[in-house]
């Protein structure tokens, strides 16, 4: 059987992963582990990023899905910065992953820049994200 989602759907669809993510939270990780479909929240919880300053952000700035130039429903985030706020300890980060208000692991992503170290206040982690969905 043919058929296929629309493009009102496909923003439809995104707009309903934006709802989940706005309230979520954002954390760092600090070892490599490569994420694969069957990670839980205990995959990364012990491994998260640790140092003077660091934190999870909450996550509360996806905007509105929109249908972009590829024909792709999409949410964009807007811009999280990681900044330690000593030197005592470097922070070591190999990648960000989300957990839901339960803390149950909704994503993880490896940064193919990995390990990123961060030895002073002078230097920032940046993290984007934007979720698409596209017709099956």
């Known amino acids: 059987m043919a058929g296929t ?7 439809s669809m995104v707009g309903q992963k934006r709802t989940l993510l706005n309230g979520c939270s ?16 205990a ?6 990023t640790t140092g003077t300053g660091y934190a999870p952000q909450p ?17 964009d985030s807007g811009q999280f910065t ?4 000593g030197t005592a300890a ?3 980060i190999y990648g960000f992953y989300i957990l839901d208000p339960a803390n149950a692991l909704v994503g993880a992503w490896r940064d193919p820049a990995g390990p990123v170290v961060l ?4 230097q920032s982690y940046l993290v984007n994200i934007s979720v698409l969905d596209s017709a099956m």
């Open 59 to 75: 996550i509360t700035s996806f905007g509105a899905a929109y249908l972009n130039a590829s024909g792709q429903g999409q949410t």
């Open 90 to 92: 470097p922070w070591t």
């Open 43 to 48: 995959t990364y919880t012990g491994h998260e």
């Open 26 to 41: 954002l954390h760092l990780y600090r070892d490599p582990i490569t994420p694969a479909v069957t990670d839980t929240a």
């Open 119 to 122: 030895n002073s206040p002078a």
């Open 5 to 11: 989602f629309c493009q009102g759907g496909l923003v």
């Open 82 to 85: 990681f900044t330690p706020t």
